[in-house]
């Protein structure tokens, strides 16, 4: 366990200093809301897509097929479980307020949060796994997400669910995987370029959001404690016993466990300001639950690692 915590430890300590840096920038002002929506837009189209299909540029192997198809299920299961503990644990009065705090115990911040330490801490292989997760993300957000941040207004929209860059891209990269296709070095080195970007971009957004923050909102989380605790400790220690009884093991265990315990998304402060929901809310969340997580995930991935 010892082993396993320093090594998860020094992964997440490099994210944290990457976070800083972030921090900083936003509190100087060298870092702006308007340069971090630019930057989100580009880590979401741009960066993310070839961190997927990067990762899909490998031999095709049915053992690897198999494990794909297992973190797909892991990914089913966490989100299943994440709806059912937030139905049952989350009663405001408020009903916008209760749908802001159910979307951010269902969904975590599997793409930004969850990808650069999976790459850290297990290599491409790890980031193989992790695109099953967030194919399943993806097509849960843009459903069954929108839908319940909407209040049933939301209609349903199939060209988002298949056509968003996550799901897109993990379409493009299975494509090469089955074929054994490699890209060739003129498409491959850039599309190497913008995956490298993946670890040190995202960290300066979370950095940013964390700025945000005033000690006050810290301390003061009353209201918010339940929904970030069940994010960050009581979803991830549930999926992991399951999964644990149905037989997961090494690098698909760490890999599900990492994008489940990853803290609240970011796409929570989107869809609460596209469908009129408590923006502040749901900004306090993301930031809280992003500073948490240096604790939390390091503990519970460092478990996971160990009992796998």
Known sequence: MLESFTIVGTQ?????????LGFFGGKIKLITRDGVKC??????????????????QRDYDPSMLKNLLLSILGSIISHALCYLVGFILIHDKDKAVRSVHRFAVCFSNCGFMALPLLEALLGSEGVFYGAGYLAVFNITVWSLGQYSMAGGDASFDGKKII????????????????????????????????AALNTPVPMLI?????????LKDIINIKSEALTIA??????????????????????????TIVSASAPVAAITTMF?????????????????????????MTVIVSLARTIS
């Open 39 to 56: 930057i989100n837009d580009i880590m979401l189209y741009f960066v993310t897509p070839c961190v997927i299909i990067h990762a899909f």
């Open 230 to 255: 069940t994010r960050l400790v009581i979803v991830p220690m549930l999926l992991l016993g399951i999964l644990y009884l149905m037989g997961y093991r090494g690098t698909l265990l760490t890999a």
């Open 163 to 194: 056509l968003n860059p996550g799901v897109l891209s993990s379409i493009i990269g299975l494509i090469f995987f089955f074929t054994s296709l490699r890209l060739p070095t003129l498409i491959a080195s850039p599309i190497s370029f913008m």
């Open 12 to 20: 997440v300590a490099v994210l944290f200093i990457l976070i800083a």
């Open 272 to 296: 609460s300001i596209k469908y009129k929901k408590d923006e502040s809310i749901a900004s306090k969340l993301v930031a809280v639950s992003s500073l948490f997580s240096i604790v939390t």
């Open 206 to 214: 979370i950095g940013y959001t964390i700025a945000g923050l005033k």
